[in-house]
């Protein structure tokens, strides 16, 4: 079945960087944008980044722009973020998501992984 | 990149149903019709319940339906369940390849 399986997060200091990692598996990886979504703690859900299929279109939302870079390696069926210059409000649990069709829905989940900005 | 407006909270009696609106702008909920919902329970992923305004995906249940009025979108659950009690998200296109998530409502069945 589609999964998606996140790994990479960690405690880190503020202002240093951190690498996410997502593996795919179980569809057309090729095919679909993905996204990054994160959920603070005890907070809500916030949109981070896209990647189209291509890998040549990315987009961000303007909390981490200029500071992360998204990625992906389509023979692979990988994905990665990479974080620079971490904030305290960078913490959260970050999810690898599946795009359901241009702009619809985030249909596929991974079960998250936890990183920490703290001194 | 405004955050959509939920209630932070909506109850009912099992058997009943409730009703979650979702408010935006023009730019986002009111120009697309790709508003969708996310059901999560505690300490797990969120789960897609409605996407494209009220299009349900296979496995989730009728119970579950989703509307759109100008900037307003809405999720109904009707026939409450134990089970529904969770935290429910609605997200939108809000144009330029951005996404906008709402607040969250927990929904607490009585």
């Known amino acids: 079945q589609e999964q998606l399986v996140e790994s990479g997060g960690g405690v880190v200091q503020p202002g240093r960087s951190l690498r996410l990692s997502c593996a795919a598996s179980g569809f057309a990886f090729r095919n679909y944008g993905m996204h990054w979504v994160r959920q603070a703690p005890g907070k809500g859900l916030e949109w981070v980044a896209v990647i189209w299929s291509d890998g040549d279109h990315k987009f961000y939302s303007d909390s981490v722009r200029g500071r992360f870079t998204f990625s992906r390696d389509n023979s692979k069926h990988t994905l990665s973020l990479q974080m620079n210059s971490l904030r305290a409000e960078d913490t959260a649990v970050y999810y690898c998501?599946?795009?359901?069709?241009?702009?619809?829905?985030?249909?596929?989940w991974g079960q998250g992984t936890v990183v920490t900005v703290s001194s | 990149q405004s955050a959509l407006t939920q209630p932070p909270s909506a109850s009912g009696s099992p058997g009943q149903s409730v009703t979650i609106s979702c408010t935006g702008t023009s730019s986002d909920v009111g120009g697309y019709n790709y508003v969708s919902w996310y059901q999560q329970h505690p300490g797990k992923a969120p789960k897609l319940m409605i996407y494209e305004v009220n299009k349900r995906p296979s496995g989730v249940p009728d119970r579950f339906s989703g509307s759109k009025s100008g900037n307003t979108a809405s999720l109904t659950v009707s026939g409450l369940q134990a089970e529904d009690e969770a935290d429910y998200y609605c997200n939108s296109y809000a144009g330029s390849n951005s996404w906008v998530f709402g607040g969250g409502t927990r929904l607490t069945v009585l």
């Open positions: 998501v599946k795009e359901r069709g241009p702009f619809t829905a985030f249909d596929v």
